[in-house]
């Protein structure tokens, strides 16, 4: 819900030859990213989907507006662009974004339901499947392997008749 706000929000200001500002992006992303998590808890109706994109572009345009200041408020100057065409900006945008965000909404929750229901499923028919296990997938023992006895070769340390050096080369390394 955060991201189409913003970025909404951001490219409505800047078509109205508004400011944009890094800091007020950054604000707007972390207080609508805040409030739109604790809103993930279930499924959510179009009505719902509505009154929080109105909201979010409500803060957005709060923030953007707030946070332009000095040299780049003086450069776009005021909203060149009637305030009636502006509330028709924000209210289509609302309501695009809340449809797309309830479709969304419900396809990621049928999706959840549908996982469910194959969980369910898969527990109760363990004796299906369980049978072919050995077909799919290689059984893995999960227990601990025991400690092999570990055996010490006995090697030669020389080589065609003289001991064998181990290691660098003389002068390699210091």
Same mark, same amino acid.
Request: hydrophobic content about 50%.
């Given at each position: 819900?955060? /991201?189409?706000?913003?970025?909404?929000?951001? !490219? $409505? %200001?800047? *078509?109205?030859? &508004?400011? #944009? +500002?890094?800091?007020?992006?950054?604000?707007?992303?972390?207080?609508?990213?805040?409030?739109?998590?604790?809103?993930?808890?279930?499924?959510?109706?179009?009505?719902?989907?509505?009154?929080?994109?109105?909201?979010?572009?409500?803060?957005?345009?709060?923030?953007?507006?707030?946070?332009?200041?000095?040299?780049?408020?003086?450069?776009?100057?005021?909203? /060149?662009?009637?305030?009636?065409?502006?509330? !028709? $900006? %924000?209210? *289509?945008?609302? &309501?695009? #974004? +809340?449809?797309?965000?309830?479709?969304?909404?419900?396809?990621?929750?049928?999706?959840?339901?549908?996982?469910?229901?194959?969980?369910?499923?898969?527990?109760?028919?363990?004796?299906?499947?369980?049978?072919?296990?050995?077909?799919?997938?290689?059984?893995?023992?999960?227990?601990?392997?025991?400690?092999?006895?570990?055996?010490?070769?006995?090697?030669?340390?020389?080589?065609?008749?003289?001991?064998?050096?181990?290691?660098?080369?003389?002068?390699?390394?210091?």
């Amino acid at each position: 819900m955060t /991201a189409p706000s913003v970025a909404l929000g951001a !490219l $409505a %200001h800047t *078509l109205g030859e &508004g400011c #944009v +500002s890094w800091s007020g992006l950054v604000m707007a992303t972390v207080l609508l990213g805040a409030a739109s998590w604790t809103q993930l808890a279930r499924e959510r109706s179009l009505p719902f989907f509505v009154a929080w994109t109105t909201l979010g572009q409500a803060v957005v345009h709060g923030v953007l507006t707030a946070t332009c200041h000095g040299t780049a408020a003086a450069a776009h100057g005021t909203a /060149a662009v009637p305030r009636s065409s502006m509330l !028709l $900006a %924000h209210a *289509l945008s609302v &309501g695009v #974004v +809340s449809l797309l965000l309830r479709r969304a909404d419900a396809r990621v929750w049928a999706m959840a339901r549908l996982a469910r229901q194959l969980r369910t499923w898969l527990l109760t028919h363990q004796g299906l499947w369980r049978g072919l296990m050995p077909l799919v997938l290689v059984p893995v023992d999960r227990r601990p392997a025991p400690e092999a006895p570990v055996r010490v070769l006995r090697t030669s340390s020389r080589v065609q008749g003289r001991p064998a050096r181990r290691g660098p080369p003389v002068g390699c390394c210091p």
